[in-house]
Every structure is written in C-alpha cells, then in structure tokens.
C-alpha cells in the first residue's frame, strides 16, 4: 500500500488548512488510517484516526475540536480539516495505515501503523 499525502502549507495563526492523503496498491480501503505529525527535536506524536466505516474517530487532546479527519472510501482518501492552527501544530503530517483494525489502546503508537507515506510540511506562523 502506497500512501501520498498532500495539502500541507504556511499558514497564519487562526489559519485553517485541509489535508488529503490517497492510498493506492496493495488492498484499499485499510481497516485504520490516521494521521500522525512529528516537529523538529520531537517524537512522532499522534493526531487522529478513523475506521474504515468512518464512525468514532479518535483524536489527540490536542486537536480536538480544532481537526476533523474524514475518510472516502469510494476514493481511498483520508483528510484532516485543519481550523484555528497554531504555532504548535508545525510539523511533518503523516498518513499512516493498517489493513487491520487497531485497538483502542494502541492507536497511539506508530509502531502499530504498517504503512507510511511522505509527509506533507505544515508551518504555522505567529
């Protein structure tokens, strides 16, 4: 499964961005897709992830209510509706897969995801 993400930008504080990632080869439509970022000097952190039906998304309490992510599966896309961004939200935005689900306790780690893509830069400027 190849994953190609897409969308990233500089921004203003307040600004709002949307990301799009497609998968393609392999099986579509993976059971997780996610969407996880890592800034510079820091671990890869968690951002959101959706099942393939779409219902319960999960996110980090950092974005909550700020990101919504979404997924197409008639397209095999995810994306991630960015609103009210702020400088903290600057990093490389990944969009990792599993053709499996993941359970609860495990979204979190990147380890858990088996397929990544390149990353889209996303700078937030104060």
């Known amino acids: 499964v190849q994953l190609q993400a897409s969308g990233g930008g500089l921004v203003q504080t307040g600004g709002s961005l949307r990301l799009s990632c497609v998968a393609s080869?392999?099986?579509?439509?993976?059971?997780?897709m996610a969407w996880f970022r890592q800034a510079p000097g820091k671990e890869r952190e968690f951002v959101a992830v959706i099942r393939r039906r779409g219902d319960r998304p999960y996110y980090a309490d950092s974005v909550k209510g700020r990101f919504t992510i979404s997924r197409d599966n008639a397209k095999n896309t995810v994306s991630l509706q960015m609103i009210n961004l702020k400088p903290e939200d600057t990093a490389v935005y990944y969009c990792p897969a599993n053709l499996n689900s993941i359970i609860l306790s495990s979204i979190y780690a990147p380890r858990n995801y088996n397929y990544w893509g390149q990353g889209t830069q996303v700078t937030v400027s104060s």
């Open positions: 080869g392999g099986t579509s439509n993976p059971q997780a």
